[in-house]
């Protein structure tokens, strides 16, 4: 690897990381907009965007996935759990839980290795068991002094765990991926699009989007750009994921969390108790010790494309 090609890596890594990192204050700015409608506008959009660009590549063989009932289905289920973890976090951040988002995806990496452990039964170096052991402790820590399981930190992290386990078998670029996901679960975004969730009871008709020409510019510039928002930094994580070692991107990934951490405190003003950072500090330890356990595997190992699938937050 020559410097040039670790400088346009890092590059794209940063990029793409950092638009992840402050996404919950993109979030912000449509938060007059019900999450369900914003997570169906972004199925909508990726779709749009990421369809666009396939074609423009003359890129059509993505969609021969669904030509074959096993990966078909395996595609359908992974986009929905995407779309689980797509509206949990755009909920989370626009009810003030920003920081427990955060949380999720610092633990992420350590979750995706014990279901790593659990269904292809992938070994464990002695690095690893420490840094579960950290998050399990930092976890019980929050719990014991919040008075609370932090549900959508382990939400998030579950989801999207599960998320990069079924797209192990699926062997699809990331935008491939983004593009087969988005189209199975299409229909879905276009269902909940005409359902409206407040009130007593939900609601079906034509009339729940009649608030979109009433949306100031200020809100329905940001919303049309749902899609490029999903499709940027995705493609920016997968230059940088054939372009720098896992050790090197692993470094990065921590960024986008932290980004989210010191939004959520410093911009958006969340309740953030001095005792946290007790509980905190298990988790950053465990995220060191993970980043520490990647360098083992070698300075040259690039990520597959089963590891390029970044599309959450």
């Known amino acids: 690897m020559n410097n040039s090609s670790f400088g346009k890596g890092v590059l794209f890594a940063v990029g793409g990381f950092s638009v992840w990192g402050f996404l919950p204050l993109?979030?912000?700015?449509?938060a007059v907009i019900d999450p369900i409608h914003i997570l169906a506008y972004r199925i909508l959009g990726s779709l749009l965007v990421t369809g666009i660009i396939l074609a423009a590549n003359r890129n059509f063989q993505w969609l021969r996935i669904f030509k074959e009932a096993r990966k078909a289905a395996l595609a359908v289920l992974a986009?929905?759990?995407?779309c689980l973890n797509w509206g949990l976090y755009i909920w989370a951040v626009n009810k003030g839980h920003a920081i427990e988002a955060s949380l999720g995806y610092f633990i992420n990496p350590l979750v995706s290795i014990v279901l790593g452990l659990l269904f292809f039964r992938e070994k464990l170096k002695p690095l690893q068991w420490a840094a579960f052991g950290c998050v399990c402790t930092g976890v019980l820590i929050l719990t014991i002094l919040s008075g609370s399981v932090p549900w959508i930190a382990l939400a998030l992290?579950?989801?999207?765990?599960?998320?990069?386990?079924?797209k192990k078998t699926i062997t699809l670029s990331a935008l491939e991926s983004l593009g087969t996901e988005t189209l199975a679960t299409a229909p879905l975004g276009l269902l909940l699009l005409f359902f409206s969730f407040n009130g007593t009871s939900p609601r079906f008709g034509f009339q729940n989007l009649?608030?979109?020409?009433?949306l100031p510019a200020h809100v329905l510039v940001p919303l049309a750009f749902c899609g490029a928002l999903s499709a940027l930094p995705l493609y920016c994580f997968g230059q940088g994921a054939k372009l720098l070692p896992l050790s090197t991107l692993g470094f990065f990934q921590i960024l986008s969390p932290t980004i989210q951490f010191i939004v959520g405190i410093f911009i958006l003003g969340e309740y953030f108790p001095r005792q946290y950072y007790f509980a905190y500090s298990f988790i950053w330890l465990a995220v060191i010790?993970?980043?520490l356990s990647l360098r083992n595997q070698g300075p040259n190992i690039p990520l597959g494309p089963e590891t390029a699938a970044k599309e959450s937050k």
Do not use: N, Q
């Open 210 to 214: 009649s608030y979109l020409p009433a």
């Open 26 to 30: 993109y979030w912000r700015l449509l």
């Open 157 to 166: 992290a579950v989801s999207f765990g599960m998320y990069g386990l079924l």
């Open 79 to 82: 986009g929905f759990v995407l």
């Open 289 to 291: 010790l993970h980043i």
